[in-house]
């Protein structure tokens, strides 16, 4: 995200409302099937509501489990790369740094 955010700041022609969030929208299932997948767990629910209320609080469960469809449109266009444009790719970021 640091790196999105340095090139909106370098960017003179982005302004407004820029979201960040990866290209490829990844659903609740999709980022559990990820965490097991990555970290060799076998997944047979994906994570259950009650527990992102219980371990995020309210904005975990917008962010993980809300519908809205946001995509980068304005960040892809002015020529910015995700380094882990899937769900995939950033999650096995985020536990192994690779």
């Known amino acids: 995200m640091s790196r999105a955010i340095l090139h909106i700041l370098q960017t003179s022609e982005l302004n407004g409302v820029i979201n960040i969030n990866a290209p490829i ?11 097991g997948t990555i970290m060799n767990r076998p ?9 992102v209320q219980l371990l995020f609080g309210e ?12 995509t980068p449109k304005k960040l892809v266009d002015s020529g910015f790369q995700f380094l882990d444009p ?13």
């Not at 929208?25 to 965490?35: E, G």
């Not at 997944?43 to 527990?51: G, L, T």
């Not at 904005?59 to 946001?70: D, N, Q, R, S, V």
């Open 25 to 35: 929208p990844a659903t609740n299932k999709d980022f559990t099937l990820a965490m």
């Open 86 to 98: 899937t769900v995939n790719d950033a999650v096995r970021f985020a536990i192994t740094g690779e």
């Open 43 to 51: 997944v047979v629910i994906p994570f259950p509501k009650f527990a």
């Open 59 to 70: 904005m975990g469960e917008e962010i993980l489990l809300g519908g809205t469809k946001a």
